[in-house]
């Protein structure tokens, strides 16, 4: 294996500062790994794009739940970009390090719309949703015979995986300025570096966001088994962990030197090529997965249905079919023409920002509210023993 010159890192990092692509001689055919390596993503990243730009597309011309839909294509969106920032990684060895920690980011806001996700499949509505919680008790993670409020649980759930989108967000910038001034050193493990400290956060971070979403499953399942929670749970958790997996045993493997490679890969191969290559491949099954997991068939409304409902200015007449009179105004799609309309809105970060305001409110609005009501319930609960304790007609 080619090994470029340790004695340009800085700080006494074992990677060079700047990364040059040696010619170590063919890995297949008359291609090199890299060449190798760049036919192969190309080809993976091609239909991984074709597939999941085509699901997201589907969504936004069929867009007949907005709230549901929106969240189903930043969920989708965690494919695409991240084989678009895996396949740059991979042409430009350079860009994998101030890339990497983007990915991440990608991961956060893909988890937080699936929980938000899973609440809307439970109650469409803020209103509804408060109501829903309120009236709920969930078991305790570390003690199952612990009750707690079903408002305090989507709480404690909504902070712990928020905070994973945050949180990547910052190491993802401060991975950039500590690989700026050259105190990252992507395989160092000291703790001079940044890389270490940076890695033990997002794992910490990453392991709470997943663990509060499947202690949400667990305990709502019951509550959506008609929306198969579990396969959409299966499909975003394959592609999170997998990922997650492959860091962590591509990181033992280059600390511990346990895997030799063939003198045909080069160190930027080893390091960087083989693990970004192995995410672009196995992103081609997972895009099927996520294609029937999160179909558009749910959405799409039948032409027989929207002839059947009545125009907006008509007035709705009883004829014995309650369904028509319970769905209120008829079905329609929302995206506008091919789907434009729920592209610009998905594509505004604003948007997703409002969401994420809109909850925060709803979640501590209800949950002050709900501490006003229990102090009001105690102080009358207290009143009355105190009325019934000093009852003068007991004297008599």
Request: with cysteine; net charge positive.
């Amino acid at each position: 294996m080619a090994v470029l010159r340790r004695s340009a890192g800085s700080y006494g990092c074992p990677i060079p500062d700047h990364l040059d692509q040696l010619d170590v001689g063919p890995f297949v055919g008359n291609l090199t790994f890299y060449q190798f390596n760049m036919i192969v993503s190309g080809i993976c990243t091609a239909i991984v794009l074709f597939l999941i730009l085509g699901l997201m597309g589907r969504h936004a011309m069929h867009m007949s739940n907005p709230n549901e839909q929106l969240k189903i294509m930043r969920i989708c969106n965690l494919i695409p970009s991240y084989q678009i920032l895996s396949y740059i990684s991979i042409c430009f060895p350079n860009s994998y390090i101030y890339l990497q920690g983007f990915t991440e980011v990608l991961q956060g806001v893909a988890l937080y719309a699936f929980l938000m996700l899973l609440c809307d499949y439970m109650a469409p509505d803020d209103q509804s949703k408060v109501k829903f919680f309120s009236s709920l008790e969930t078991k305790g993670q570390w003690q199952p015979k612990k009750k707690r409020n079903g408002l305090a649980f989507l709480s404690l759930t909504w902070y712990s995986v928020l905070q994973y989108a945050i949180i990547t967000w910052i190491t993802a910038v401060t991975q950039v300025v500590t690989q700026s001034f050259h105190v990252y050193c992507l395989e160092s493990n000291e703790p001079h570096f940044a890389h270490i400290w940076l890695q033990v956060v997002t794992s910490v971070s990453t392991s709470v966001a997943i663990n509060a979403i499947i202690q949400f499953y667990i305990n709502m399942k019951g509550y959506m088994t008609e929306h198969k929670p579990l396969l959409k749970l299966m499909a975003f958790k394959l592609i999170v962990g997998l990922i997650l997996l492959e860091k962590i045993i591509f990181l033992i493997i280059t600390s511990t030197k346990v895997l030799q490679y063939p003198k045909s890969m080069t160190y930027i191969d080893t390091l960087m090529g083989l693990p970004t290559m192995v995410i672009c491949v196995q992103m081609v099954p997972l895009s099927f997965l996520v294609l029937y997991a999160y179909r558009t068939k749910p959405y799409e409304i039948s032409t027989s249905v929207r002839s059947l409902r009545p125009r907006a200015y008509e007035p709705i007449q009883s004829d014995g079919n309650e369904e028509a009179l319970l769905s209120g105004s008829p079905k329609r799609y929302y995206g506008g023409p091919w789907g434009l309309r729920a592209w610009v809105i998905y594509l505004n970060p604003v948007e997703l920002l409002r969401d994420v305001h809109s909850a925060y409110m709803m979640i501590h609005n209800a949950r002050a509210l709900q501490k006003v009501q229990a102090r009001e319930e105690q102080e009358q609960a207290e009143m009355a023993r105190y009325e019934t304790r000093y009852d003068p007609g007991e004297g008599r």
